[in-house]
């Protein structure tokens, strides 16, 4: 069985429609068989930035290798599993700053990269990471579009070789229905679970 971490980052919940994309293709990936899917809805962490002590108790943590401190569990879920499914919608030209929070408490030095003389090198064990997102407007081929670049640059850091994003577009321009656009959006979604 191959374990799928789905980072489930949709602040709308239910009324999600990068949710309801994720969801698509999470159902398909199921039929497709042997794969167990762990889901963490970040809106039902206690997920915190960095500042003050919490960054200091990291740093004293890191300095005496002190890695299985319970505040590396994220890092730990994200680095031991075999494929990473994320979900987000796109906010001011990126994904919502909670995303960004969890980003920042996995990227730990000795569990999901490592960084020396040599450079650096991901230590997560997955292949594959693909990325769910909705936008209102329309940015695939502009230099705007900030979610996705960043995401394929972090899959990169952390070792992760295969990066794509599943993105439903102009959703909220009322020039074409959001349902066919989504639907669209679903098809490739099915596509990528054949080959996950
Ligand atoms: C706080 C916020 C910021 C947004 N920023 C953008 C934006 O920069 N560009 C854009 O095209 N749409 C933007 N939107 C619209 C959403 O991208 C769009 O409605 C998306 O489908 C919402 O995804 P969801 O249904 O998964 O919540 C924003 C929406 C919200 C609530």
Not at 47 to 52: A, R
Not at 58 to 79: D, K, T
Not at 137 to 150: H, K, L, P
Request: proline share 2%; net charge negative; charged share 25%.
């Amino acid at each position: 069985m191959k374990s799928v971490l789905f980072i489930d980052c949709c602040i709308r919940r239910e009324e999600s429609r990068s949710k309801k994309l994720a969801e698509h293709f999470l159902a398909n990936l199921e039929k497709e068989q042997g794969y167990t899917i762990e889901s963490l809805c970040l809106m039902d962490e206690a997920l915190t930035f960095f500042s003050d002590g919490f960054f200091s108790q990291r740093e004293a943590l890191l300095q005496n290798g002190v890695l299985q401190h319970p505040r590396f569990r994220y890092a730990h879920q994200f680095a031991k599993a075999d494929k990473i499914v994320i979900a987000a919608p796109f906010w001011d030209l990126s994904f919502p700053a909670l995303l960004k929070v969890y980003i920042e408490n996995i990227s730990v030095d000795g569990i999901t990269f490592h960084a020396d003389e040599k450079g650096l090198t991901g230590l997560c064990k997955a292949d594959n990471m693909v990325y769910f997102t909705t936008r209102g407007g329309i940015y695939e081929g502009t230099d705007m579009e900030m979610g996705s670049v960043y995401l394929q640059a972090m899959s990169k850091f952390f070792g992760i070789e295969q990066y794509t994003c599943i993105a439903a577009e102009g959703l909220d321009l009322g020039i074409r229905p959001a349902e066919e656009i989504l639907q669209e959006a679903m098809r490739k979604a099915e596509e990528i679970a054949k080959s996950f």
